[in-house]
């Protein structure tokens, strides 16, 4: 096939008038034509008095002689996955989030059927008990946002973003496609499928497995590894009924990055992991229609919900960034445990909320820890969390300030424009009680700087929701070249195990996971 990039695009176009344009401005034959499709399609916002389609086009003609001045495109290979000892492998996974996921799919698909182990519900059943909590502040300590079929990720805004290069990319998002996601994903430059679909996608991805002799054990906790002779030999699990153990040549370790009690096993059982950095903040919100006006002007073409994404280093080597952008989305409550206020992102597939609301992070280091453990960003993160669930009146309610008085350190009085989207309720107040100096300072001095890139991120009436812990892994399990860990068969895996960041490279992390296990 040939591909054309780089075009241009002032006004909106179904696919026949797409097609017709292309064939105008370029001089193809339309009989010509064998087949066609998009194979990216962005937004340039750049100038705002330019606001513009970017498309590029895949082809296969019939005479392709006759259009030399076009490029080829060129295909990535799948790597050969060199199967060995398939008999003899009896392979356990525990977690079911995209790594957990993608992980049996690939063996399923290459003659492993292994057992699936999350001690959450699964997705329908988890979708129930995150609107429960939501409604009223009951937590279920097991499955939640955090935990459960599908992962973190599933309450969301299924974003499909990725800054890793691999081959398996495209076949994440191609077997997403299979399991009921749109088919843009495929070509949007920002592409994402919305919690409310990416439910049914985690949900065809099971059934799947399952027809092909895969096994989910839900609602079953790992509570133990067992390991002989520095090998391991089977995991013990627990469910409401009883305690048992399954047997398993191969573990792959697809835990989440809030699986706390699970690291503090593996620690106790000599796996080896050390500390790493990560980020801690806010969550803030603005109208989203605002955000359309600040980033799209007066566009008169039909422009999704806008989005950003804003970063600024300061002198003191403190970084300060936004992540998970959630345009048309809410501020969801996130806690996995008792006692402790979380806040994460969640748009559906239409983004048509009222308001955008983005994390705003502060890089922390293992030089903020009090404590040398490996497990001490666990500790740093909990104490905030819990900091924050005392700030928010102890009853799940999240601390909340505008963002003007955020940055003149002043208790918030009223809400103003923006209305809050965190259920189950918010308690007014000033966060500068509970965030440590340097991310106070940072954020202060960060705000304004976006601001300036973004006009109105400074608004006085944004809405800075407290507090987002849970951006990435405070842990990393070390893995060797072939991904195994210190003790053999144990495969620590995605992003959990410190190795992913997002839904795209935790699902490839399962995916390479997958064949070393098969290939070992």
Request: hydrophobic share 35%.
């Amino acid at each position: 096939m040939i591909r054309i990039s780089n075009i241009k695009i002032y006004e909106d176009l179904d696919d026949n008038n797409l097609i017709n344009f292309i064939t105008n401005k370029y001089k193809i034959v339309k009989e010509d034509i064998l087949e066609w499709h998009i194979s990216k399609k962005s937004i340039d916002a750049r100038k705002k008095d330019n606001v513009h389609y970017n498309y590029s086009i895949d082809l296969k003609l019939k005479n392709e002689n006759k259009y030399k001045k076009f490029n080829k495109v060129k295909e990535m290979i799948l790597p050969t996955i060199k199967i060995n000892n398939l008999d003899s492998k009896k392979v356990a996974i525990v977690g079911s989030g995209p790594s957990g996921l993608f992980a049996a799919l690939t063996l399923i698909q290459n003659g492993i059927s292994p057992i699936v182990i999350e001690q959450g519900s699964p997705v329908e059943e988890r979708e129930k008990q995150v609107d429960l909590f939501r409604k009223t502040g009951k937590l279920n300590t097991l499955s939640n946002v955090q935990f459960g079929e599908g992962g973190a990720g599933t309450f969301s805004d299924g974003k499909l973003t990725t800054g890793i290069h691999s081959p398996f990319c495209k076949k994440v998002l191609e077997e997403f496609v299979n399991f009921g996601a749109p088919k843009e994903i495929l070509y949007l430059a920002k592409p994402h499928i919305g919690t409310d679909k990416l439910i049914k996608v985690i949900k065809n991805m099971r059934k799947y497995i399952i027809s092909n002799g895969g096994k989910f054990l839900f609602n079953t906790k790992v509570i133990d590894f067992n390991i002989d002779n520095n090998r391991i030999t089977s995991v013990t699990c627990k469910d409401k009924n009883s305690t048992y153990k399954i047997y398993a040549s191969h573990v792959i370790l697809a835990i989440g990055h809030s699986s706390r009690d699970t690291f503090q096993k593996l620690y106790e059982k000599g796996i080896t992991m050390e500390k790493k950095n990560f980020s801690v903040g806010v969550r803030i919100e603005h109208l989203q229609e605002k955000i359309n006006k600040a980033q799209y002007g007066d566009s008169k073409l039909k422009l999704p919900p806008a989005t950003y994404k804003l970063s600024c280093h300061l002198p003191n080597g403190r970084s300060c960034y936004t992540f998970c952008m959630c345009p048309g989305g809410v501020v969801i409550a996130s806690s996995s445990e008792e006692n402790t206020i979380v806040s994460n992102g969640m748009s559906n597939f239409l983004r048509d909320g009222i308001n955008a609301n983005s994390a705003v992070l502060v890089n922390v280091t293992p030089e903020d820890f009090k404590d040398s453990s490996p497990l001490a960003g666990i500790y740093f993160q909990k104490d905030l969390e819990e900091k924050a669930f005392k700030l928010g009146s102890s009853n799940y309610f999240a601390p909340i300030q505008r963002v003007e008085d955020f940055l003149n350190n002043k208790k918030s009085e009223f809400i103003g424009e923006v209305k809050p989207s965190y259920l189950p309720g918010v308690t007014l107040s000033n966060l500068q009680e509970i965030l440590p100096d340097f991310v106070t300072d940072t954020l202060k001095q960060s705000i304004p700087y976006f601001d300036s890139k973004l006009n109105g991120f400074a608004d006085p009436d944004a809405i800075l929701t407290g507090v987002e812990t849970r951006s990435s892994s405070p842990v990393k399990i070390l893995r060797n070249e072939n991904l195994v860990s210190n003790i053999l068969g144990v495969y620590p895996c995605g992003e959990g195990a410190g190795y992913a960041g997002g839904i795209i490279s935790a699902a490839v992390d399962g995916i390479r996971c997958s064949i070393a296990v098969l290939e070992s």
